[in-house]
């Protein structure tokens, strides 16, 4: 089962800062956070991911508290293309497989 | 950008039929993926291969289902005898290392009737 914990939706307007939460207390110290998307009816979408430090690609921003609790995807202006489901996912290091939860289901609002 | 790419986009076939699903994976990645979404489900994952052989399967992938890489290129799931049950939404990834970053292929939709 996932361990992590998700709003089920969110809106987010058009232009604006995406945040999506994610709790993940049970984390070990080997296990990583990472997050995919899944626009409708498409293959998941790697997003990023990351252990403790905060991330930052060209998608997207990962903040990971120092607890490690908890985490924040951050999509820094959102596009009506970004409207997907947003699964958070923590994987350990000798996990091969991904473990899909229900995700958050994001509608970027025009 | 490379991609994942799956064939066919869509598949129907008739209960008790057998049906491979064809993948090719990113050309410099060494592990792959099954997993499968039933409609309105999770995306559950089903097998991993590498070095021609499986690493890990789950409850799901049983003597119904086979994987192979008959090529350099090609990575196919059989399904022996389908079910209805198994129509489905199914997912080829590939990673370039194990533990790494898994991508995606855009699905094939199985529609057994």
């Known amino acids: 089962d996932a361990k992590t914990t998700q709003p089920p939706s969110m809106d987010c307007a058009e232009g604006r800062a995406a945040n999506l939460p994610c709790n993940h207390s049970t984390i070990s110290g080997n296990e990583y956070v990472y997050w995919y998307r899944q626009i409708h009816s498409q293959g998941p979408q790697y997003i990023i991911h990351?252990?403790?430090n905060n991330e930052t690609n060209e998608m997207a921003s990962l903040i990971i508290t120092e607890d490690r609790k908890s985490s924040t995807l951050i999509l820094p202006h959102a596009t009506l293309r970004d409207t997907a489901v947003y699964y958070c996912i923590v994987r350990a290091n000798r996990d091969d497989k991904i473990i899909f939860g229900k995700g958050t289901r994001l509608h970027i609002l025009p | 950008e490379p991609e994942v790419t799956q064939t066919p986009s869509h598949q129907v076939t008739q209960m008790g039929q057998e049906v491979i699903l064809r993948c090719v994976p990113i050309s410099n990645h060494l592990y792959f993926y099954w997993y499968r979404q039933i409609l309105g489900q999770k995306v559950e994952f089903l097998v991993s291969?590498?070095?021609?052989?499986?690493?890990?399967k789950s409850e799901i992938f049983d003597d119904q289902f086979s994987v192979e890489r008959p090529d350099g290129s090609n990575f196919t799931l059989k399904i022996r005898s389908t079910k209805l049950e198994d129509s489905a939404m199914y997912f080829c990834?590939?990673?370039?290392?194990?533990?790494?970053?898994?991508?995606f292929g855009p699905g094939t939709r199985l529609t057994v009737t």
């Open positions: 291969f590498y070095n021609n052989e499986i690493s890990e």
């Open positions: 990351g252990l403790k």
């Open positions: 990834a590939s990673s370039i290392q194990i533990y790494y970053e898994q991508y």
